[in-house]
């Protein structure tokens, strides 16, 4: 997420496009990471360049741009003051934000043990996971004449390419 947002914020001083410290200036520099990215592995995967190394390259490089900002999350914070101006969880009894951390705790757990078990659904096993794991098995992005699915141009899929490559099944599918 650090990468997207990091090579969208790159992306947006090249465009010259306003930058606000705001929710919607991170949604702006999200998305434009995502496509570029995707985009960026498209074109790797047609001429043949998919690898690990250079997943690890592209990761390092969105993270380092997102670093090198003077104040990187000024979008974030300035969302969490809008959202919650001030923390509510000390007016709470201790029993109620125990029960709250428990619940945020084990919903991370299920959502861990959720990546970590093998797909089921059929969306995921035929179209999203098969083809970028197919991709990045033959190092291109290759014709998959017998799914119908696999002829839509490849956006999302290209992202789960690059995630596969730094981390297989469990990270793509915790995109």
């Given at each position: 997420m650090a990468a997207?947002?990091?090579?969208?914020r790159a992306a947006a001083g090249l465009l010259r496009a306003p930058w606000r410290h705001g929710p919607g200036s991170a949604l702006l520099a999200f998305g434009l990471g995502a496509a570029l990215s995707s985009l960026g592995w498209l074109?790797?995967?047609l001429?043949?360049?998919v690898d690990a190394r250079l997943a690890w390259a592209g990761a390092a490089i969105g993270a380092g741009l997102l670093a090198v900002r003077r104040r990187?999350?000024?979008?974030?914070r300035s969302l969490r003051a809008r959202v919650a101006p001030a923390p509510v969880s000390r007016d709470l009894p201790?029993?109620?934000r125990l029960g709250f951390g428990a619940l945020v705790v084990a919903g991370t757990a299920l959502v861990a043990v959720a990546?970590?078990?093998p797909e089921r659904f059929y969306d995921a096993q035929v179209y999203h996971l098969a083809g970028p794991a197919l991709f990045a098995m033959h190092h291109k992005v290759i014709a998959?004449?017998?799914l119908l699915h696999a002829s839509f141009p490849?956006?999302?899929?290209?992202l789960y390419q690059w995630l596969w490559l730094l981390g297989g099944e469990p990270a793509a599918r915790a995109w």
């Open positions: 997207l947002l990091g090579l969208g074109g790797l995967g001429a043949g360049l990187p999350f000024d979008s974030l201790l029993g109620i990546c970590l078990a998959q004449p017998n490849p956006g999302a899929q290209m």
